[in-house]
């Protein structure tokens, strides 16, 4: 019972990780998004740079990075938001891509419509482009996002006592192997809420398609 | 006396030029659209016709050339014959008297048919929905589509989208109804009905102007034709002049081809 209830003190820590991670990263992929289109080269190249870096290092090196590093120029970051910050820069790149793709697959024709009929460039991407990008990057969205609930089990390297660390833990001191049955299943009790809620939101946002 | 005929005159091109690369669309336009005309563009493929159209409300911007609508200037050369726009906010100002219809309809397909209509008056005109959903109303019956009003665009044919897309320009009370071959998407047994709302439209005194291949359209609904080959105006005139009785060898060549 003792594990148990261990073992869900760190699936608190999980989740923490994981929500406030999306809580931030999505916006932030969408302006992101935004900087990689935008007109001005300065800006567009420089998210292009920011989401080569942070699709092409690995997510424990930029937590590394983040935890020794950044103290070593007088950073000093307590250890969640270290963490947090690492996780939501490395996302952030990822939603950008998902999101730049869906804002093009948008035709030309929705911005002319929108254009001739008085719409601002912003009311355009407010009330057409993005309410219809969403439903394009839902999969993909909702894949990054299963992805994210398992790779929170990476801040064990910062001493954080996650679900999977603390598993581990138990095994260690107990030499019973149950705690990792249990954890995953935890894992998949979370994945399981997730792939439900975006069929949810697919519906949602699908019911305009035939 | 002169004053008049000028406030008559709903849009003046002058010496319109557009280049794509190194490739010149149009090559020194000159049109005039008087209130409650209807014109008719017509002319073979590539010939300019649609970019000519998609000039006048800024969806393609002119290289020189003066653009006026209702007397007001969207854009004019300055003084290296190089055409200078007014800014965006003006522009979108001088252009909210035009109204625009697509061969590809562009329907917003994540909202309604209602939605689709209500949508540009109230978050571009700020009106009350309430005030304008009565309106919107009468327009879809008018175009025989109000017992659709909550359906998505997805379920309706192209001719019934093409409806709605001009029912969705008209809610915004547009003096200037721009149609941009509205019938070439649609299957042939479907642009019949599309054409029966323009041509109510242009019995109304509408003023439009209408890129089209259709010319039982343009001989019957338009009172003007142009036609446009090579980025030229090679004739224009009264609509059945044109069609039954062109002067110029290249517009019998086309007609007699389309006909």
Known sequence: MHTVVLMLEGTQVTLQIFFITLIFSLPLGLLAAFGRLSSLKLVSRFMEFYIWLMRGTPLMLQLLFVYFALPMVGIMLPDLVAALLAFTLNYAAYFAEIFRAGIQSISKGQYEAAKTLGMTHKQTMRRIIIPQMIRYVLPPVSNETINLVKDTSLIYILAMNDLLRVARTIVQREFDMTPFVVAAVFYLIMTAVLTWGFKKLEAYYGKYDK | ?259
């Open chain 2, 1 to 259: 006396m002169e004053n008049m005929t000028n406030n008559d005159v709903m849009l003046r091109l002058t010496q319109i030029h557009k280049r794509f690369g190194d490739l010149e669309i149009l090559k020194g336009i000159n049109l005039e659209l008087k209130k409650g005309e209807v014109m008719a563009v017509i002319g073979p493929s590539g010939s300019g016709k649609s970019t000519l159209l998609r000039c006048i409300n800024r969806l393609e911007e002119i290289d020189s050339g003066k653009i006026e609508i209702k007397g007001r200037v969207l854009a004019q050369n300055n003084g290296e014959n190089v055409a200078e726009y007014v800014s965006e906010k003006e522009s979108r100002n001088i252009l909210s008297c035009t109204g625009m219809v697509f061969q590809q309809f562009n329907l917003f397909p994540h909202m309604t048919v209602m939605q689709n209509l209500l949508e540009a008056p109230v978050q571009v005109q700020k009106r009350k929905k309430e005030e304008v959903i009565p309106e919107a109303e009468a327009l879809l019956k008018k175009v025989g589509l109000l017992e659709k009003k909550d359906w998505y665009p997805s379920r309706l044919s192209g001719g019934q989208q093409q409806r709605v897309a001009i029912a969705r320009a008209l809610c915004m009370k547009p003096d200037i109804m721009l149609f941009d071959e509205p019938t070439s998407a649609l299957d042939p047994e479907l642009t019949g009905e599309v054409l029966k709302t323009m041509r109510e439209l242009a019995d109304e005194h509408m003023t439009m102007m209408v890129v089209t291949h259709e010319m039982n359209f343009a001989r019957e609904a338009a009172s003007h034709v142009v036609f446009v080959e090579g980025g030229v105006i090679v004739e224009e005139g009264p609509a059945r002049q044109v069609i039954d009785n062109p002067q110029e060898e290249r517009t019998q060549a086309f007609l007699k081809n389309m006909l």
